[in-house]
T-cell receptor, first 114, second 113 residues
Framework: DAGVTQSPTHLIKTRGQHVTLRCSPI?????VSWYQQVLGQGPQFIFQYYEKEERGRGNFPDRFSARQFPNYSSELNVNALLLGDSALYLC?????????????FGDGTRLSIL | GQNIDQPTEMTATEGAIVQINCTYQ??????LFWYQQHAGEAPTFLSY????GLEEKGRFSSFLSRSKGYSYLLLKELQMKDSASYLC??????????????FGAGTRLTVKP
């Protein structure tokens, strides 16, 4: 079975631009979470979605938004890109998002802002 | 990560045992996870603890003390391939956010021959 898939794998943008990152969860998983990981740090929580509804939001500005589709795939959108948005963006899925379920991560999208 | 502390780096010898500690501060604790992350790769799930005590899974074990806000990951019979970052993550009712998972900064383990 396929794991969590993310696209694109790498992306280069300039300041002020907009970006859309995509994630397909493991088949049967209905919860998707997004994380930002800066080099040398642990992943920072951005959003969690379950059944197309936002279930949690981290301490990120409103330039960051996301949504989940009926097939449980998800998009993360970032507007007005800043140099500090350069990071690895990870998507993770779990069956329902309840506490005892581990999240399974995709390989991430490495975003570079010039 | 916020309120989750773990050592930045550790070094150990192939075949030895190493313990990686994690301390956290939160209310509404809902579980603690350990992940392994090799450089340039995604984190992979290792273990989950929600009750006090030791969970053993092959060469890896994880311990939790909720009253002390403390966990450790124990790696036995170290192999060179165990060189990676080990991330402690806590799911809790953090302020403003319900039940999301927060990660520590990770412990970079180097296994030497």
């Amino acid at each position: 079975d396929a794991g969590v898939t993310q696209s694109p794998t790498h992306l280069i943008k300039t300041r002020g631009q907009h970006v859309t990152l995509r994630c397909s969860p493991i088949s049967g998983h209905k919860s998707v979470s997004w994380y930002q990981q800066v080099l040398g740090q642990g992943p920072q929580f951005i959003f969690q979605y379950y059944e197309k509804e936002e279930r949690g939001r981290g301490n990120f500005p409103d330039r960051f938004s996301a949504r989940q589709f009926p097939n449980y795939s998800s998009e993360l959108n970032v507007n007005a890109l800043l140099l500090g948005d350069s990071a690895l963006y990870l998507c993770a899925s779990s069956q329902t998002g309840v506490s005892n379920q581990p999240q399974h991560f995709g390989d991430g999208t490495r975003l570079s802002i010039l | 990560g916020q309120n989750i502390d773990q050592p930045t780096e550790m070094t150990a010898t192939e075949g030895a045992i190493v313990q990686i500690n994690c301390t956290y501060q939160t209310s509404g604790f809902n579980g603690l996870f350990w992940y392994q992350q090799h450089a340039g790769e995604a984190p992979t799930f290792l273990s989950y603890n929600v009750l006090d005590g030791l969970e053993e899974k092959g060469r890896f074990s994880s311990f939790l003390s909720r009253s002390k806000g403390y966990s450790y990951l124990l790696l036995k019979e170290l192999q060179m391939k165990d060189s990676a970052s080990y991330l402690c993550a806590v799911r809790a009712e953090w302020l403003y956010n319900n039940n999301d998972m927060r990660f520590g900064a990770g412990t970079r383990l180097t296994v030497k021959p």
